[in-house]
């Protein structure tokens, strides 16, 4: 028989690829790139071909929400250089990736046996299956992308070990632009016991034993109403797995390049995925870092202490932060003699380094059995939900993690007899010791009651007089700060209150940190989200600007201003409460590719239009004029109709009367965004406001920052670059690709226009504010904008962000020092 040639075979497949929507292909079908895909039958899963960079990948992505976030890369490691790629079956019933270019296989899915008639379909899942082409049974499936995954966990997927001894894990991606498998892996570690993230086979994070309900180590995994969660063990293997509850919230876990487990929800609303949780959530979940015996409690500073009735193993390298050597005993065990276990409770579980089980065994019989064991030196239940079973813990407890309220489970850890409270032993004595300590719990427990209203009655009272006395402490202990008196009318949170309302500041609240410190996201008792800002205990100059900010905005009330709902003082924490900002700030938008196409003109020319509004009022309408002397993107924040909001009082100096300018030895403020005679001279105004609220605009409106612009024609900045674009009558080069489609040109142009009048390198030049706004609302001429402040070419290297030290840098060949506190 004459044979067919390679190029005639892959001819002859290309006649019979898919032609119309379906879920699946025949051994005679193939998908082409570039031409029609496979979508699953309900519509919610893609599979096809897609570009990152100039590679090409085949891939199964989200359809029906979020349309083009990636689940599964087949060909990760090895990317199609151009559009000539075929996904198709084999002879023997494999599916293949060819590169029709040169005839080469680059990904093969290989199955478990031959098919005789086999069918690849993209199942609602998300999963793609091989199956014999009338095979329904899931547990027949010849292959399955599930059992190869990438960096993504959605529902119905199982990360663990199967039957057969499959073993199914994720990989990060090298970086969010490269499928490459990266440093870290998710998997099931080899007790069969935990999930671990992972990087070259050493533990960077555990979730800590599964408990009946969920992991010790993860208390943030709770029962909800938008998915359920599982650890099974049986005879289909040993794996971690979640399904949706509510089929109209779907959500995925994604193992990121530095090995984080984010979990995002995608919200209708606003057509975005949601970040809901992390893990590591924070620093005591990275692994081990405080040694044997030591616990780990994020609520402290340092981190690392050793557990109660425990001491650290070398006292000078613990001084020195340096826990690596944990802890010991502070009485060693005499097993001989008699030893007992103390109870700790709300804690992570030790790692499971050197561990039995018993699954039948009651919490008491756990003790008797691990009592009787000189070498068992802790125990667990296993299963709280039955109360039957235990872990057992033979040599160091390593990586144990403090809990409060919620989370974590009781351990109890072998302890020498005098180091308990109460004798273990049940002698006639012990047992008399035991019933005079319960006597005098329960007379002490009658007296506490007894204070107890007593003390309720007169904690309101106290309330606001401590409130105020901690800010009178406050002002005393603070340096002077030059501002006006009067009277603090700003309501006080309780500490308790506003740890409760960010789970005790956990990381996965944690919205981001700058000079002053980590800003949290918060929701108090009545459902409102708040934004609490923590002034970091190492910024001494914070306190200023702590001080600073809630006498300066307390009273200002306007929309475009965020507004504060109160602060807390108490022993050393400084923390202002803010409302919630949910689309965060403009920066994240206007800087990046993906976030940036959902700020069309319009959006844009609200967003300036609400910014010199607020400033308008900071400058002019408020009680006290005010100068903001660090307005920038980072600094404007969204609610959640993309409405702007002034924000970071922080540096802020007010004026009474007829004031409007100062001088300052103390120069604030970010490089890019300050105005020359300020940055030069210390010399601030209304004017430097408006020079900021110039970059800004320009920066909206091109996408570009102005620190760090580069162009290969001229070594300009931004500022420079669109006022020689002006001046040419070019500057629709200006304006962000992105936004060409939706721009009013005419308007692009007033408001370039406008931005180059704010920037002027003379500030007697440059429009107050209510031109400004005048300007930007209505269509009369406009005066002509002269040479932009910072024009001359520069030479210097620009880094990207403010300095907390001192920098001498050349602007204008001139030399200058900045203290920048931000």
Not at 68 to 78: F, I, K, M, P, Q
Not at 227 to 248: A, D, P, R, V
Not at 453 to 467: E, V
Request: contains cysteine; charged residues 25%.
């Amino acid at each position: 028989m004459e044979k067919i040639s390679p190029l005639l075979l892959l001819f002859l497949l290309s006649l019979t690829s898919i032609s119309a929507a379906l879920d699946s292909i025949s051994a005679a079908q193939s998908v082409r790139d570039g031409g029609p895909t496979l979508i699953s039958a309900g519509g919610f899963f893609e599979l096809g071909f897609f570009s990152i960079k100039s590679n090409r990948y085949l891939g199964i992505w989200f359809k029906k929400i979020s349309n083009g976030t990636t689940v599964w890369v087949a060909n990760r490691e090895t990317p199609l250089s151009n559009s000539t790629g075929l996904f198709t079956f084999d002879s023997r019933g494999n599916l293949i990736l060819l590169n029709q270019e040169n005839n080469l296989t680059v990904w093969s899915g290989n199955s478990s046996k031959p098919a005789r008639n086999p069918v690849a379909q993209l199942l609602d899942s998300g999963n793609l299956v091989i199956r014999e082409e009338n095979e329904i049974d899931p547990d027949k499936y010849l292959w399955q992308s599930f059992y190869h995954a990438d960096k993504t966990f959605i529902p119905g997927m199982k990360i663990g070990r199967l039957a057969g001894g499959q073993d199914v894990h994720l990989s990060c991606w090298k970086s969010a632009d490269d499928p490459t498998k990266g440093e870290y892996i998710y998997e099931l570690d080899p007790t069969g016991l935990q999930m671990v993230v992972s990087k070259n086979s050493i533990f960077s994070a555990r979730s800590g034993p599964w408990n009946g309900i969920g992991y010790s180590g993860m208390p943030y995994l709770k029962p909800n109403p938008i998915f359920n969660y599982s650890f099974i063990t049986s005879e289909k293997g040993t794996y971690y797995t979640f399904e949706l509850m509510n089929t109209s919230v779907f959500t995925r876990v994604e193992l990121n390049p530095k090995g984080v487990m984010d979990r995002y929800a995608w919200i209708d609303r606003t057509q975005q995925w949601n970040l809901i949780s992390s893990a590591p959530a924070d620093n005591c979940d990275m692994y081990d870092i405080c040694g044997p015996h030591g616990s780990c409690d994020i609520s402290n500073a340092p981190v690392c202490s050793c557990l109660d009735k425990f001491v650290p193993n070398n006292r000078n390298e613990w001084g020195r932060a340096d826990w690596t050597g944990g802890c010991i005993r502070r009485t060693p065990l005499d097993c001989k003699n008699g030893d007992g276990f103390v109870k700790y409770i709300n804690v992570k579980s030790p790692d499971m380094l050197n561990y039995t089980i018993d699954s039948s065994l009651t919490m008491e019989e756990c003790r008797t059995t691990c009592l009787n064991n000189c070498s068992c030196m802790a125990y667990a239940s296993s299963n709280i939900v039955t109360g039957r079973g235990c872990y057992f813990w033979f040599g160091d407890l390593l990586d144990i993690k403090q809990y409060y309220d919620e989370g974590g489970q009781d351990l109890y850890i072998r302890m020498a007899l005098s180091e308990l409270v109460e004798s273990p032993s049940s002698s006639g004595k012990g047992k008399q010791k035991v019933i005079i300590a319960s006597l005098v719990s329960s007379a002490l427990m009658f007296l506490l009651v007894l204070c107890l209203g007593l003390w309720i009655r007169n904690k309101k009272r106290k309330k606001q007089q401590n409130a105020q006395a901690s800010w009178e402490r406050y002002e005393e202990e603070s340096y002077s700060f030059d501002n006006h008196d009067e009277e603090l009318e700003l309501p006080h949170f309780d500490i308790s209150v506003v740890a409760k309302a960010t789970d005790n500041f956990s990381f996965n609240h944690l919205l981001g940190e700058g000079g002053f410190g980590p800003v949290y996201k918060g929701t108090l008792k009545d459902g409102q989200e708040i934004a609490v800002k923590r002034l970091s205990k190492e910024s001494r100059q914070g306190l200023d600007e702590f001080k600073n900010e809630v006498k300066c905005i307390a009273k200002l009330q306007h929309r475009n201003l965020v507004k504060l709902l109160g602060y807390c003082v108490h022993l050393d924490e400084r923390i202002l409460i803010y409302e919630y900002m949910p689309n965060k700030s403009l920066d994240l938008y206007i800087f990046d590719e993906s976030r940036s196409k959902q700020l069309d003109w319009s959006i844009r020319f609200r967003i300036i239009n609400g910014i010199s509004r607020g400033l308008l009022y900071l400058h002019q309408d408020s009680r006290l004029r005010i100068i903001h002397r660090d307005l920038k993107l980072s600094n404007v924040l969204l609610d959640n109709e993309l409405n702007p909001k002034i924000s970071d009082f922080g540096m802020a100096r007010s004026f009474g009367g007829n004031e409007t300018a100062a001088n300052t030895k103390r120069v604030v403020g970010t490089y890019g965004y300050m105005a020359p005679e300020y940055a030069i001279d210390g010399l601030f105004s209304v004017k430097s406001d408006v020079f900021s609220f110039g970059v800004l605009v320009l920066e909206i409106i091109s996408g570009k920052k102005n620190r760090g612009f580069t162009h290969p024609d001229h070594q300009l900045n931004l500022l420079g670059h669109a006022w020689k674009l002006l001046k040419d009558g070019r500057y629709q080069e200006l304006v962000d690709e992105l936004m060409t489609e939706s721009c009013d040109f005419s308007q692009v142009l007033r408001t370039v226009h406008v931005g180059l009048l704010c920037v002027q390198q003379d500030p007697d030049d440059r429009p107050s504010m209510s031109s400004v706004v005048l300007m930007l609302s209505s269509e009369g001429p406009l005066p002509e904008p002269k040479e932009p402040g910072f024009f001359t070419e520069r030479k210097m290297y620009e880094g990207e962000t403010s300095s907390s030290k001192q920098e001498s840098c050349s602007i204008n060949d001139m030399t200058i020092t900045l203290i920048d506190v931000r």
